[in-house]
């Protein structure tokens, strides 16, 4: 039998924090117990956020928590191909379209129907479905904006997706979602609409890309925070559009601050490195995150 595979995928975008300290013992934790393989993988597909010190903060932040993986690690910048070898799949099956409405003319849209009383539908995020009337371009008025120079991205068209699958996708379930779903679960694509699979500049969006990496590094189980639990609808019909793998997925709690909310490094909270030179050890992070200690 295949050992299990595991993975910790963080974006060296920003500093860790005392929430990728939990993920990232959970995963290397769970890959022990079965016996399996641990991973790192740098998601950095974005080139102008995520920056090679950066990135070498993360490796020193997860050195010191005890954290050993196994090499090379994979870096989503260095397999732009992949992604877009995957997308033109997807473009040839006629499933993406280009998209180029701009967020200001979004919004103005939303604001015209809400305006009239209709509320317009939320991803399970809370975020604006998209309207998608993109979709019923031609090809030549679609070549001509392309022509033009106009910013757009691919979409995935959700309805023409979820067709062509033809079948109920579900997902084996080990942790919990946000209402304690756990076991079997059905996907629910159609919910996030017609979401971004890749930019003009971009070959993948975090959707098209963690499912090829996924694939590619043949990870059989995936340890997320539960903040993803509902993207795996997005997942589950990339995946069996392409005909990829599907893994076990484990939604783990999320380590919230002092008001409920999840840790976030656009916030500024407290860093992994940040604890550190203010003499925490590897063991009181443990022991702040509920977790063994990483010597254990």
């Known amino acids: 039998m295949t ?26 934790d769970m890959a022990r117990e079965a016996g399996g393989r641990f991973l790192l993988r740098m998601e950095d597909i974005d080139v102008t956020r995520c920056t ?8 020193r932040d997860l050195a010191w928590l005890g954290l050993h993986w196994e090499v090379p690690v994979r870096r989503q910048s260095d397999h732009f191909d992949d992604y877009r070898a995957a997308l033109d799949r997807l473009i040839d099956a006629e499933l993406v379209y280009p998209a180029f409405m701009t967020r ?12 009239i009383g209709e509320r317009w539908p939320r991803d399970p995020d809370g975020a604006p479905v998209y309207p998608g009337e993109d979709r019923h371009m031609s090809l030549r008025e679609r070549q001509a904006l392309i022509d033009e120079g106009a910013p757009f ?20 379930e080990t942790g919990q979602g946000p209402e304690g779903e756990t076991g079997l679960i059905h996907a629910r694509p159609e919910t996030w609409g017609d979401v971004v ?3 003009k500049e971009i070959p993948a969006s975090y959707h098209l890309s963690v499912v090829v990496d996924d694939a590619l590094q043949g990870i059989t189980h995936v340890v997320r925070g539960r903040d993803l639990f509902h993207a795996t609808g997005v997942h589950r019909v990339l995946q069996e559009l392409l005909g990829l793998p599907v893994p076990r997925y484990h939604h783990h709690d999320l380590i919230l601050d002092d008001d409920g909310r999840k840790l976030s490094k ?4 407290t860093s992994l490195a940040a604890l550190r030179d ?3 050890t590897p063991d009181d992070i443990a022991r702040m995150i509920g977790v063994p200690s990483s010597a254990a």
């Open 197 to 199: 699979v890749a930019r």
């Open 3 to 28: 050992r299990p595979v595991f993975r910790f995928a963080p974006s060296p975008n920003g500093q860790l924090h005392l929430g990728h300290a939990y993920s990232a013992l959970l995963n290397r």
């Open 104 to 115: 200001g003319e979004v919004r103005a849209r939303i604001a015209e129907h809400e305006a």
């Open 153 to 172: 991205a691919w979409r995935l068209d959700m309805a023409a997706a979820i067709a062509h699958v033809g079948t109920t996708l579900c997902w084996e």
């Open 278 to 280: 203010s003499g925490a």
């Open 266 to 269: 656009s916030r500024g909270d």
């Open 52 to 59: 090679p010190e950066l990135e070498h903060g993360v490796l």
